[in-house]
């Protein structure tokens, strides 16, 4: 007679599933897995929208500087400030608000700004080294620290993005 017993496998267990520590390591791995990507997603975004308002404040800046070129280098006043907006093309779904200030006294006296506001202040430049605000609430006190009086053809444009935890940081363009 013949023996079917297949030598190879003499003295092995054969196994049908898999076992439970195999189980546990690949639930571990896709958690952690799912973990990142969940701590990515919040950086990913606000980066994108970081980076949109640094193109819509650039925008704005060279909208100021296309009205001051069409005006015979004349910075424009408060009452041009929609001028300046309808010369932007911002990005798709920006809603921006700007206002126009003339020196550094009116920017520290101003209104407290919100994160889709920029301010256009004629007159001053960026500060080289600016001390940087990162702050929850934003006031205008907070970015008369980036600018310093100038000639009066010069113009720079204040906003700010979003940092972590729910703060903001100044941030200056200069013409």
Do not use: H, W
């Not at 196994?15 to 390591?25: D, K, R």
């Not at 975004?45 to 060279?62: E, H, I, P, W, Y």
């Not at 041009?80 to 700007?98: C, E």
């Amino acid at each position: 007679m013949k023996n079917n017993i297949n030598k190879t496998e003499l003295g092995k267990k054969t196994s049908a599933g898999f076992t439970i520590i195999e189980v546990l390591i690949v639930l571990a791995i896709a958690g952690l897995i799912l973990l990142i990507v969940f701590l990515a997603v919040p950086a990913l975004q606000r980066n994108g929208r970081n980076t949109t308002k640094r193109s819509d404040a650039s925008k704005v800046l060279g909208a100021v500087g296309e009205f001051v070129s069409n005006n015979n280098g004349t910075v424009p006043a408060t009452a041009n400030v929609g001028t300046v907006q309808t010369a932007t093309k911002l990005s798709p779904g920006t809603t921006l608000s700007a206002t126009i200030y003339t020196t550094t006294a009116t920017v520290s006296s101003g209104t407290v700004v919100g994160n889709s506001e920029v301010m256009i202040v004629t007159g001053v430049a960026c500060v080289a080294s600016p001390t940087i605000t990162t702050a929850t609430t934003l006031t205008a006190a907070n970015f008369a620290a980036l600018i310093s009086n100038s000639s009066a053809r010069s113009y720079v444009v204040l906003y700010s993005v979003d940092a972590p935890n729910g703060q903001f940081t100044t941030q200056c363009v200069g013409s």
